[in-house]
């Protein structure tokens, strides 16, 4: 069983245009997946599906179907879904409800009927994930934009939710928040098997990390493959081609030009090697 599966979902918020065209999708358990696309897309939508908060909170009209972890989403509260699907939203902030970062911990648990010593393990244990050992008697008005993010993450992750779905996370990060970010969820993802659905719009970020890319454009998927094959498509098809990474679109112009394929590069230190090695062959062939 898929973790996520959409059959022929489409969905409209109050209006009258679809906004999630009959998507069908299946996202293997413990699969990274990025969603991508200009703006616009649905990707926001895309991830409030898969919460069960389109079309639950949001009305709207719907058909098809969303299922998470087998569950049917419109048949299941949110409450339940809440459950199996962790949420961060992209204006987190919003999902913050407490005084204290301890607190607001406690709080998602506390709404769950969890026991109280059961709730104080949980709390030291997230606040150690997320790193936030230390400040758990602190105001969270107190915390900055990437704390108080990180806070949000703990607070799902407390609930230990099979599925992770997190709406541009980084936007509000520097580089090394960024990268950290992306590297306890990669944990998250390698280490515990979470699912992993992420809204990025830096490919480059996620390349590292992701095994499936799904492309939106105007509320429909184009592709959902490999990171390479869906960059490829994008190159091809000229289909939001100005996201794809520098490095990549002059991996794809070289394997076009001189018809090298390279194997597909995750950092920009493996596109380094390998440019560096293409160039010493070819120095050696016009020797
Ligand atoms: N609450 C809402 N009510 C009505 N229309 C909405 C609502 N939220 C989004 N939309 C519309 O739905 C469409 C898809 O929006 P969505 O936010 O899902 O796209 P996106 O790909 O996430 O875009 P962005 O990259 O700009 O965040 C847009 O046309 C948007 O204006």
Not at 100 to 126: D, H, K
Not at 168 to 187: F, I, N, Q, R, V
Not at 242 to 248: R, T, V
Request: with cysteine; aromatic share 6%; charged share 20%.
């Amino acid at each position: 069983m898929p973790a996520i599966a959409l059959q022929k979902f489409s969905y409209a918020y109050n209006h009258p245009k679809k906004v999630l065209d009959n998507i069908t999708i299946s996202i293997e358990k413990g699969s990274f997946s990025v969603i991508l696309g200009p703006s616009g897309a649905g990707k926001t939508t895309l991830c409030l599906a898969v919460a069960g908060a389109v079309p639950h909170y949001f009305g709207g009209s719907s058909a098809g179907k969303v299922y998470v972890t087998g569950i049917h989403t419109q048949e299941s509260s949110m409450q339940q879904l809440a459950l199996t699907v962790g949420t961060v939203l992209q204006d987190y902030e919003t999902q913050l409800v407490t005084m204290t970062v301890e607190e607001e911990v406690a709080f998602s648990l506390e709404n769950l009927g969890i026991a109280p010593e059961e709730i104080t393990q949980r709390v030291e244990e997230v606040l150690a994930k997320v790193g936030l050992t230390g400040y758990e008697k602190q105001a969270v008005t107190d915390l900055s934009g990437g704390q108080k993010q990180r806070l949000v993450l703990a607070s799902v992750l407390a609930t230990n939710p099979k599925i992770l779905v997190l709406d541009e996370p980084t936007s509000a990060l520097d580089p090394e928040g960024t990268h950290s970010l992306y590297k306890l969820l990669s944990d998250l993802n390698q280490e515990h098997g979470i699912t992993i659905l992420v809204v990025e719009h830096d490919i480059a970020t996620v390349l590292p990390y992701a095994d499936q890319f799904i492309l939106l454009e105007n509320g429909q998927l184009i592709l959902n493959d490999t990171p390479e094959n869906v960059l490829s498509f994008m190159a091809k098809k000229q289909i939001f081609a100005e996201a794809i990474p520098p490095l990549w679109q002059l991996k794809l112009m070289i394997e076009e030009l001189a018809t090298r394929q390279f194997p597909p590069w995750h950092t920009e230190e493996e596109a380094i090697t390998q440019l560096g090695k293409a160039l010493e062959e070819e120095a050696r062939k016009n020797a």
